[in-house]
């Protein structure tokens, strides 16, 4: 015998698993943006360094550019 589903309770649930699922894909989304900003800040600041080091001439932004494209296409 198959019980019937669809009711009061089928529709709580529904509603909780979209809540969760919304409330779960914006937490992943904040997560991923906090560690791509730590991401950007430290390779800005690595650039930051090298060009102290070596200079703009050095063309130190291309050639990384260049070379992370390259690994992560």
């Known amino acids: 015998m198959v019980n019937n589903?669809?009711?009061?309770n089928y529709a709580q649930l529904?509603?909780?698993?979209?809540?969760?699922?919304?409330?779960?894909?914006?937490?992943?989304a904040l997560k991923?943006?906090?560690?791509?900003?730590l991401l950007y800040h430290h390779i800005g600041s690595e650039i930051s360094k090298s060009q102290q080091q070596y200079g703009w001439g050095?063309?130190?932004i291309e050639k990384l550019s260049?070379?992370?494209?390259?690994?992560?296409?």
Do not use: C, Q, T, W
Request: net charge positive; no cysteine.
């Open 5 to 8: 589903i669809v009711g009061s």
């Open 14 to 28: 529904l509603e909780e698993s979209k809540k969760k699922v919304a409330e779960s894909r914006y937490k992943a």
């Open 32 to 37: 991923v943006n906090k560690e791509l900003s």
């Open 58 to 60: 050095a063309k130190i």
């Open 66 to 73: 260049k070379d992370l494209r390259n690994v992560f296409p």
